[in-house]
């Protein structure tokens, strides 16, 4: 069993940054890969990026890659998403999320733990 809380999220112009955090608990952190994801008002949760359990791996979906950045401290427990150059468009609820196995994950149905989300807003 894997719980995750992320934190980081909320209120910011458009242009500007953030950083999501995510502390999972419960299981060795190094031992599985990791992704985040977001879901807007009355849109299926999407997959925006994701990393294997060293962080030597990573994907983006094209609508943020040259913009976000996921990483992870694996000695800190934690997981990370940069978002910089930040759009109304990215205005959305963000999860994070583990899958099964140490790879990299790039599909919704391969996630099994999530945390509750954290929003985040970005005004224009």
């Known amino acids: 069993q894997v719980q995750l809380v992320e934190s980081g999220g909320g209120l910011v112009q458009a242009g500007g940054s953030l950083r999501l955090s995510c502390a999972p608990s419960?299981?060795?952190?190094?031992?599985?890969?990791m992704g985040w994801f977001r879901q807007f008002p009355g849109k299926e949760r999407e997959i925006i990026a994701a990393?294997?359990?060293?962080?030597?791996?990573?994907h983006y979906a094209d609508s943020v890659k040259g913009r976000f950045t996921i990483s992870r401290d694996n000695a800190k427990n934690t997981l990370f998403l940069q978002m910089n150059s930040l759009k109304p468009e990215d205005t959305a609820v963000y999860y994070c999320?583990?899958?099964?196995?140490?790879?990299?994950?790039?599909?919704?149905?391969?996630?099994?733990?999530w945390g509750q989300g954290t929003q985040v807003t970005v005004s224009s």
């Open positions: 999320a583990v899958p099964t196995g140490l790879g990299l994950r790039t599909t919704i149905s391969e996630y099994k733990y």
């Open positions: 419960g299981r060795t952190f190094s031992t599985y890969a």
């Open positions: 990393i294997n359990w060293s962080g030597g791996s990573t």
